[in-house]
């Protein structure tokens, strides 16, 4: 496009060159001048066309709101302004210029001066030329006196005489008799025509002034000369002298100039057209091409600006992909390679931040896959306690998906509050040092959740923030209960058993030895005292015995039982019982896994706590009930009594821990020992408005036969995962 537009304007301006030369050339005008003007006319329209052409696309890629298209358009329209209006202004003024210039060339004084002159050449020459006529007259008047032979040696002596340059003396017919010469190098001048000769002899004679062809003027006068006696032809004398050169120059200068002037004047109104149009085309081949440069211009001026733009949209998409580079040594040049070198760095930048961000993303998954797998609950806060991870284990310990609790303070969880406070308390407490503490947390329906937490912060260089790693420590607290109160029960078996039979043998002996000596009312207090020590001596031999029993459980011989028809024989031994027994038998209950005389002792453990809870009551009332839930057989035993002290829920399980006036509190230690080994769980309630339930369940024998390790898997409670008996 560019070289288009340069070929076309240098042949523009070759066009209006010639056609300027052949404005101011006549002849070349007259021949010439339309097939330039045609021609420049053609380079103009091309011009012309060729700028439609370009407005067209460039209207098309504003339409299309291509980018970069309004920064073309802007720029085409400052430089073809900055072209259009000096040009208007000045053709304006070479207009009238040129208009007003022709006018004053055709001023009446200068025509008048110039007829002046040639009227004043054309006087001199006359004057020179009747002068010469005058010489001829006298020389024929001489010649005519005289015969031929005298004539010709006359005619020498009269030119010296009279100064012409040349003479000679022809007949009528044309036929040269005599010559005479001032400058015999010159040649001889031409013969007179028989036209002349026969007008100079008619007439008084024959008078021109000629022209040699060059810008030489010659005298030619032709004068008869009279016959000397009757019968004698008539001679012609003929006169040649050259007008002086200065003369004849000044006179023919003056004569062209004013012919010229003349066919001026004759096309005045054209000649003003034929400049207007001529200065019309020049300025319409400037400004076309100025406004065609104008596009190119725009072009090369949007174009790095475009790269640029189309480059930082690509970069704010996340495309760093080069762009065209424009190679020159100007400030655009320079800054399009800039931004491609700047698009590389940042390419070459953002591949090494993938390959971090990717080793960052497999060390997370690592990390995440470790915390998902981690028994151990762990949470991490940022630096304003806003929690910022949790994994499974702190859900699955605290029961917790932490809906809402994600992103949110500590001090504005809706649950958990008890938990999140502790937390805060030992981070205000401890600071940056690492700490470690047991969180007792109340669950409804169930034993308190004992919880060992340690916390520390993290470096500055993570951004800060807290972690904490807490475990579920409540089965490890009661194991570790159960195994202290085991050996205080073996060690107090064996203390306090042996000294106990001497002592029944040592009362009994003597009420037996002091019986005959005593009477009355010695004797009735013998036989009440050595009573009294016989029977609490056999009360703590029972103790000593349910101690034994609780420290030397034996490991469970688990076998398939159908528990249903396990409390069917059980409650036949309560049917004289006080209270009302309503039993709910889940109809085709799988079997479950466990030892029928350890499951025996939790149901007879659970129906005499029930009926203990009820003594003395009028309306007693136990209730059984057994179904599948959760993929465990469930047994829930129920009663109408006072129900757990809320200050005993905690410490329900623990030996010693009663509500009766009589009894060592093992009932329950015992059952859920027995549970614990059996892998199942167990939970107290109250019930309302009066009444406890305690809920037991169990493992079903299809789920353990068919995988053994489900027995190992347990939750943080101690209880089967609910995944593993889904077929129930």
């Known amino acids: 496009m560019r070289y288009l537009i340069i070929a076309a304007a240098s042949f523009g301006g070759i066009l209006l060159f010639l ?3 052949a404005s101011a050339n006549t002849a070349l005008f007259a021949s010439n001048y339309p097939w330039l003007l045609g021609l420049n006319a053609v380079v103009a329209l091309s011009l012309f066309a060729l700028i439609v052409w370009q407005v067209r696309d460039l209207w098309r890629e504003h339409q299309a709101k291509v980018f970069g298209s309004r920064l073309k ?5 400052m430089f073809g302004l900055m072209a259009v209006l000096p040009g208007v202004l000045i053709y304006a003024v070479s207009v009238q210029f040129v208009t007003k210039s022709i006018e004053t060339w055709f001023d009446v004084r200068v025509e008048k001066a110039l007829e002046s002159g040639l009227n004043l050449g054309r006087s001199v020459l006359d004057s020179l030329l009747d002068d010469l006529v005058t010489k001829g007259r006298a020389m024929a008047l001489d010649l005519g006196d005289q015969s031929e032979a005298q004539r010709r040696l006359a005619l020498s002596r009269l030119r010296e005489q009279t100064g012409v340059q040349f003479v000679a003396l022809f007949t009528t017919s044309g036929q040269l008799l005599a010559t005479a010469t001032s400058d015999l190098g010159t040649l001889m001048p031409a013969q007179p025509a028989l036209e002349q000769l026969r007008q100079a002899r008619v007439g008084r004679g024959y008078r021109e002034i000629e022209s040699t062809g060059g810008k030489d003027l010659m005298l030619h006068v032709l004068v008869p000369v009279s016959p000397v006696g009757l019968g004698m032809e008539t001679r012609i004398l003929q006169l040649i002298q050259p007008v002086p050169s200065s003369l004849a120059l000044n006179a023919d200068r003056v004569q062209e ?14 000649l003003t057209r034929i400049y207007a149009m001529t200065l019309t085309l020049t300025v319409l081949l400037a400004l076309f091409t100025a406004i065609a440069m104008a596009f190119v211009l725009a072009r090369r001026l949007s174009a790095p600006l475009s790269i640029l733009a189309e480059g930082t949209q690509a970069v704010a998409a996340g495309d760093f992909t080069p762009r065209q580079a424009i190679y020159s040594r100007d400030e655009l040049g320079v800054l399009t390679q800039s931004f491609n070198q700047m698009t590389r760095q940042l390419s070459d930048a953002r591949h090494e931040t993938e390959r971090h961000r990717a080793e960052v993303e497999s060390a997370r998954a690592y990390l995440e896959s470790i915390l998902a797998n981690l028994s151990a609950g762990v949470l991490v806060f940022d630096r304003r306690f806003m929690l910022r991870t949790v994994n499974a284990g702190a859900q699955s310990i605290l029961e917790d998906e932490f809906t809402g609790l994600l992103a949110e303070t500590i001090d504005a969880w809706p649950r958990e509050q008890v938990f999140g406070r502790a937390i805060r308390d030992a981070f205000a407490e401890h600071g940056s040092k690492e700490w470690q503490t047991q969180i007792e947390l109340d669950r409804p329906g169930g034993l308190p959740q004992l919880l060992l937490v340690r916390g520390t912060q993290l470096p500055e260089g993570t951004n800060g923030g807290y972690v904490v790693v807490f475990d579920d420590v409540t089965r490890l607290v009661a194991a570790q209960r159960s195994a202290a109160w085991g050996e205080v029960a073996r060690r107090l078996a064996h203390e306090i058993k042996n000294p106990l039979t001497p002592i029944q043998l040592s009362a009994e ?3 037996i030895k002091l019986a005959d000596k005593l009477s009355g009312n010695d004797g009735e207090m013998l036989n009440r005292s050595t009573q009294m020590i016989i029977n609490q001596v056999q009360a703590m031999k029972r103790m000593v015995n349910e101690f034994s029993d609780y420290a030397r459980m034996p490991a469970p011989e688990l076998a398939k039982l159908d528990l249903n028809a396990l409390i069917g024989e059980v409650l ?3 049917e004289t019982s006080q ?6 038998f889940a109809p085709e209950l799988p079997a479950v896994w ?3 005389s350890q499951l025996r002792q939790i149901i007879h453990n659970l129906l005499r706590n029930a009926e203990d809870a009820q003594e003395g009551a009028d309306q007693a009332q136990i209730g059984i009930i057994t179904r599948c839930i959760d993929g465990m057989a469930e047994l829930v035993v129920t009663d109408c009594g006072p129900g757990f002290p809320p200050e005993m829920m905690a410490r329900v399980f623990e030996p010693y821990v009663t509500t009766k006036v009589r009894g060592t509190g093992l009932g329950l230690a015992i059952v859920k020992k027995i549970v614990d080994e059996h892998q199942g769980r167990i939970r107290i309630n109250n019930r309302q408005p009066v009444g406890a339930e305690v809920s037991i369940r169990l493992p079903l024998a299809h789920v353990l036969a068919l995988d053994p390790s489900i027995s190992e898997t347990t939750d943080g409670h101690g209880f089967a995962t609910t995944a593993d008996y889904d077929r129930c």
């Open 19 to 21: 056609l300027a030369s």
């Open 73 to 77: 358009l802007r720029l085409m329209l």
């Open 257 to 270: 100039v004013y012919r010229d002037y003349q066919e001026l004047s004759l096309g005045r109104e054209g």
């Open 509 to 511: 002996r003597m009420q």
């Open 572 to 574: 036949g031994l309560y």
């Open 579 to 584: 209270a009302r027994i309503k039993a709910e």
């Open 594 to 596: 466990g030892d029928a």
